[in-house]
């Protein structure tokens, strides 16, 4: 069985249990949220139980961020690994999600958007005010963001043929495995300090060979590894050429198999399962630095030209690269409110991205937080659409919620951002 273990908890958090309050138990009203999610606001009884258990849970994960499926304390960043605090998570941005469709908490957020940016396009759309539009979105292929966006099919190919070349570039493809790879060797030394086991051990040694192959360094000889890794001492011209894409994919095949139980390494492991797609269709091209200049760049025109040809528009492999490309990084965004795409009223070309996320506090490094990581996703959106050829200027607007928050505004990278307080 995979180890419990937590970063730098939060003071108190993880042994905490929610006491309940008179009323409707709490994974009762989850549930009734879940069946009355198609009804434009439920009773006012309803949010008046909910809210203080959302207020309750607020301030006992006040410390606590969620970050592209990982729970950090924005104290120090340090990961939090605790299946404890990430159900109260889960709870905590489920029943926000609901009192963000509450009559006077949608007022109040237009009143904010007319106040705050001082009658300039003042509210010239309803935003989050339908039950969808206050959904939960992974960011995870370009298929899932052109659907989003209404990209037509003809628009979607030109997209791909204009991001294909560059992705895929072979500084792209190898930096990309990289940072896969370094995420995962961060955690499996962590785990491996708090509760090691033979799985975890397995797993880091198998991404040593990995991160050594991409950096072509030696491996060493160890009897008790699998047949990739008992390479021969003697490093010769030979041995190099034989060396293909094939074995680093042999290698991820095997992580994943050593690493399948662990289950604070899910999101990992699903990224390994990614970026297969990609090491699949260039395992018989060879991997060789002794051979001349051109010999080597012709390896590498050989990465770049495959991988072009065969990742097609929903491969998540493709989006992997597109995300390190953009920002250096290869976790899948996550956005607490998918929002929309709104007419800018009067102006026909003119059109809004409003996407919002739900934060455990107004601290000024939870706030930033929280923009940092809508500029991200609200960033990829735009790139599509601009790469496709959209009619219409899109404009970007990120939302923020914290219970009692002081109603604010926020300008970052030419973008507005507002933060809207909770309450019934």
Request: hydrophobic residues 35%; contains cysteine; glycine residues 6%.
């Amino acid at each position: 069985m995979a180890c419990k273990v937590a970063g730098r908890l939060i003071s108190g958090v993880k042994c905490m249990k929610t006491k309940r309050t008179e009323g409707m138990p709490l994974n009762a009203m989850l549930c009734h949220c879940s069946a009355e999610s198609h009804r434009e606001c439920l009773p006012s009884e309803w949010y008046e139980k909910a809210f203080p258990k959302m207020k309750k849970l607020s301030h006992l994960l006040k410390n606590v961020d969620l970050i592209d499926g990982r729970l950090f304390d924005i104290r120090d960043e340090s990961i939090i690994i605790d299946d404890h605090i990430a159900k109260k998570m889960h709870t905590f941005k489920s029943l926000a999600r609901v009192l963000i469709g509450c009559p006077s908490v949608q007022k109040t957020l237009k009143n904010n958007m007319v106040t705050l940016s001082a009658g300039k396009n003042a509210n010239p759309f309803d935003c989050f005010s339908k039950p969808s539009e206050r959904d939960p979105m992974i960011v995870n292929s370009l298929s899932k963001v052109s659907n989003f966006l209404n990209v037509s099919a003809q628009q979607r190919k030109l997209v791909r043929l204009t991001v294909c070349p560059q992705v895929t570039q072979h500084r792209i493809w190898t930096a990309t495995l990289e940072e896969v790879l370094s995420g995962l060797k961060f955690e499996l030394d962590y785990l491996h300090s708090q509760c090691p086991n033979k799985g975890i051990k397995m797993g880091q040694q198998i991404v040593s060979s990995c991160l050594k192959f991409l950096s072509d360094k030696n491996t060493s000889n160890d009897l008790d590894s699998t047949s990739w890794m008992r390479l021969t001492p003697v490093k010769t011209a030979e041995s190099y050429a034989s060396q293909k894409w094939e074995d680093i994919l042999e290698m991820f095949n095997d992580l994943i198999e050593y690493l399948k139980s662990e289950n604070e390494l899910v999101s990992h492991i699903n990224k390994l399962e990614v970026m297969k797609e990609g090491l699949s269709q260039i395992k018989d091209v060879l991997v060789d630095k002794s051979i001349g200049y051109k010999e080597a760049k012709h390896q590498e025109s050989l990465v770049q030209k495959k991988l072009t040809k065969t990742l097609g528009y929903s491969s998540k492999c493709l989006f992997t690269l597109l995300l390190y490309y953009l920002y250096g990084h290869v976790r899948d965004i996550e956005i607490d409110t998918c929002g929309g795409v709104y007419s800018g009223g009067v102006d026909q070309n003119r059109f809004y991205l409003c996407m919002g996320r739900i934060l455990t506090s107004n601290e000024e490094k939870m706030v930033w937080s929280g923009i940092k990581q809508l500029d991200k996703a609200l960033g990829v959106f735009k790139f599509v659409w601009e790469t496709a050829g959209m009619k219409g200027v899109l404009n970007l607007q990120g939302h923020l919620w914290c219970v009692g928050a002081e109603a604010r505004m926020f300008t970052y990278k030419g973008n507005v951002y507002f933060l809207h307080g909770i309450s019934v």
